[in-house]
């Protein structure tokens, strides 16, 4: 050895020799020096090994060894997600789940974006939906999963366990076009509320096609109502995760918010709570609250005071649609249609992210509003008032007659326009 390199010679008990050095790294996070102590068999591995982390110290891309897994590091980033939604840690966790199954056992520094490349094609042409084996993925489930992992790959790079986010350098699968989703009318929607207008739940309707979430419907108690002001706050949503129904707080600040009640909703729910009361009596000791219309108690139950599943109340939907012999529309697509007819009707963006609880307006526009043909038809008829309309008429002696009406002659409520005479076209 070189009389001047820090690499020392040292003999075990057993007799044999090894070769180890030790090496600042930096600081740790209590400002002491951070020094690495590495023993190698031979002579040349140590120096190489020094020389190389000299040099990725020198560049700043030098990570302390870890044996820890891919696996083992997603586990303990999503158990430290401590302000994520119960429902959003569910959707991370899911959608880890091939990226585990098939990467997990994989030391963390050494994944490759080669690696991940092979995952995202997995996924595509052989991945699983729960219980469903060798079923593709979709596009935007796969693009989830390469999100979250390189959201978790972030937080490696933070805290000095890998170099680079080699998620990061991965491409995004193509998405498929968005499809449109379906929505009904103004008068497919009164219809349906007219149809379910001696339903127990008629309240819950009316609010499904006013824009609330099912779990925000489901979660509203009688003290989230104020009949006097005419007020609804959303506080609270009930949702199924991972099979289970719990209560959890809305998705975002947004989303807790108030709402006004007409006319029509409060008096729906006046008759809600004379009926719980009748209920009550009718049912005697089976029904399960003691009182039915008390601030703690939930607003929509069953006929004995059981809270409504959230599965049964789109069950129940579904049921009511087909009965009313109107299109068939998800339950979560009365959101969408809330948010439609907003926008037909000149509300403003604004406005309606806010009334759907949205924390993104953009995200609002894209993804909950859409065109109708009436719309539709209606925009052909402001284009044909803007640009005039043309109409070719046959006359006696063999020629056209040309009668354009102008959009100015339309607003005022008249109908010449200006003639001209053209031989038949040929």
């Known amino acids: ?43 040349k591995e140590a120096r190489d090994e020094r020389a190389k982390i000299l040099a990725e110290l020198a560049k700043g891309t030098y990570v302390a060894a870890t044996t820890k897994t891919l696996a083992e590091h ?104 968005q499809k449109e989703m379906a929505t009904w009318t103004a008068e497919e929607a009164a219809a349906f509320l007219a149809h379910v207008a001696e339903d127990r739940l008629y309240a819950a309707w009316c609010l499904s096609l006013y824009g609330l979430r099912r779990g925000e419907v489901l979660g509203l108690r009688w003290r989230d109502v104020d009949l006097e002001a005419r007020t609804l706050t959303v506080r609270v949503t009930r949702i199924i995760i991972n099979g289970e129904v719990v209560e959890s707080t809305p998705k975002s600040e947004r989303s807790r918010r108030t709402l006004p009640l007409d006319d ?77 007819l907003m926008h037909l009707r000149g509300v403003p963006a604004a406005v309606i992210s806010a009334w759907l609880g949205h924390a993104n307006v953009a995200f609002t526009m894209k993804t909950y509003v859409h065109s109708q043909d009436e719309a539709l038809r209606a925009a052909g008829g402001l284009l044909t008032a803007a640009y005039g309309t043309s109409e070719q008429k046959p006359t006696e002696n063999g020629t056209t007659q040309q009668v354009v009406t102008r959009g100015a002659d339309v607003r005022n409520g008249e109908t010449p326009g200006r003639k001209t005479n053209q031989r038949p076209g040929r």
């Open 1 to 43: 050895m070189r009389r001047s390199e820090p690499i020392k010679k040292i003999t075990l008990r057993n007799g044999r020799t090894r070769y180890r050095f030790v090496i600042d790294v930096g600081h740790k996070p209590d400002g002491r020096r951070d020094q690495r102590t590495y023993t190698y068999d031979t002579l």
């Open 74 to 177: 997603l586990n303990e980033w999503l158990a430290g997600r401590r302000k994520l939604q119960k429902s959003t840690q569910s959707n991370y966790a899911n959608a880890l789940k091939p990226v585990i199954e098939q990467l997990g056992q994989v030391p963390l520094q050494k994944i490759t974006k080669g690696q991940v490349d092979q995952l995202v094609t997995w996924m595509l042409e052989s991945g699983r939906r729960v219980g469903v084996k060798g079923r593709p993925l979709a596009p935007a489930t796969v693009t989830l999963a390469l999100s979250v992992l390189a959201q978790s790959l972030d937080d490696a790079v933070k805290q000095g366990l890998v170099v680079r986010n080699v998620a990061r350098l991965v491409d995004r699968p193509g998405t498929t076009a």
């Open 264 to 340: 029509t909703l409060a008096a729906a729910l006046r008759r809600l709570k004379v009926r719980r009361a009748q209920e009550m009596a009718a049912a005697g000791r089976d029904y399960r609250s003691s009182c039915p219309t008390c601030r703690e108690s939930h607003v929509f139950v069953d006929a004995v005071g059981e809270e409504v599943h959230p599965e049964s109340y789109s069950d129940r939907f579904e049921v009511l649609v087909a009965r009313a012999g109107l299109p068939r529309i998800r339950l979560h697509d009365t959101r969408h249609t809330c948010g439609t």
